[in-house]
Nanobody
């Protein structure tokens, strides 16, 4: 199973970016998919998750600025980031739960994509 993330880069404060993560190589489905981030010297933290049914959760620092969505037909999850702040700068990691019959078989991480917010 591979999680291929894309869309990172640089943005100015107040700007927007969209991240994408496509999951492939599994015979099973993916329930929860989401994004985490890790800034230098800090622990990895939750950004947002979404289930295959569309239920979402967000980290407190990104609520009302970021939106997570997914295309189940493509096993792809998106993170729409708006009103970016310098403190959003981090490596963003895609994450997915491979499941069968409601049981999580394995959790996967993508390779990470760098987001830098700077003027």
């Amino acid at each position: 199973v591979q999680l291929q993330a894309s869309g990172g880069g640089m943005a100015h404060p107040g700007g927007s970016l969209r991240l994408s993560c496509a999951a492939s190589g599994s015979m099973f489905s993916f329930n929860a998919m989401g994004w985490y981030r890790q800034a230098p010297g800090k622990e990895r933290e939750l950004v947002a998750t979404i289930t295959d049914g569309g239920s979402t959760s967000y980290g407190d620092s990104v609520k009302d600025r970021f939106t997570i969505s997914r295309d189940n037909s493509k096993n792809t999850v998106y993170l729409h980031m708006h009103s970016l702040k310098p403190e959003d700068s981090a490596v963003y990691y895609c994450n997915a739960d491979e499941e069968l019959g409601g049981i999580v078989l394995k959790n996967y991480w993508g390779q990470g994509t760098l987001v830098t917010v700077s003027s």
